[in-house]
């Protein structure tokens, strides 16, 4: 009786364990569009790969932020890139301490090489008609 409930409990805990290491997932960036977006047209493109598509974005004005949320996982095996409305596999990317992010607002190209070490949170604010100012962060970045 004793040999079946250890086996029975060892049983369990590699399922347990099993299931715990296909759901990992570790955060590699989050990348959010904050103040001062008014029906401005966004792509973004990660290695040089299009991974949204002329997404039309406007800043709440209790928040600050538009509905263009990205986070980008790893799993483990493939990168997951997760927005609001579906999840991308993006199995062209490796893992590297640089993002290569370029971001096209309104037709203006704007290129930025991250480096994920100074923080993996990532805002981006519109200022003046065809200017956006990077914001990263260690932390989550706060919103008033």
């Known amino acids: 009786m004793g040999d079946s409930k250890t086996r029975l ?3 369990i ?3 347990v364990l099993n299931q715990n290491l296909l759901f990992s997932q570790t955060l590699v ?3 959010s569009f904050q103040d ?10 990660i290695e ?3 991974v949204i598509k002329d997404e039309v974005i406007t800043s709440e004005m209790d928040t600050g932020l538009t509905s263009l949320l990205l986070l980008l996982i790893d799993n483990g095996e493939v990168f997951v890139l997760k927005t609001r409305k579906d999840n991308y596999l993006l199995p062209f990317l490796r ?3 640089i993002l290569r992010l370029k971001i096209q607002m309104n037709g203006k190209d ?3 090489d991250i480096n994920l070490l100074k923080g993996i949170f990532i805002g981006f604010d519109k200022v003046k008609p065809n200017q956006l100012i990077l914001n990263q962060s260690p ?4 919103y008033d």
């Open 110 to 112: 704007f290129l930025y």
């Open 29 to 31: 960036a989050e990348i």
């Open 48 to 50: 040089g790969r299009l």
């Open 36 to 45: 001062f977006f008014e029906s401005d047209t966004i792509s973004v493109f």
């Open 95 to 97: 893992r590297s301490n």
């Open 13 to 15: 805990l590699v399922v």
């Open 9 to 11: 409990l060892l049983l």
């Open 139 to 142: 932390f989550p970045i706060e």
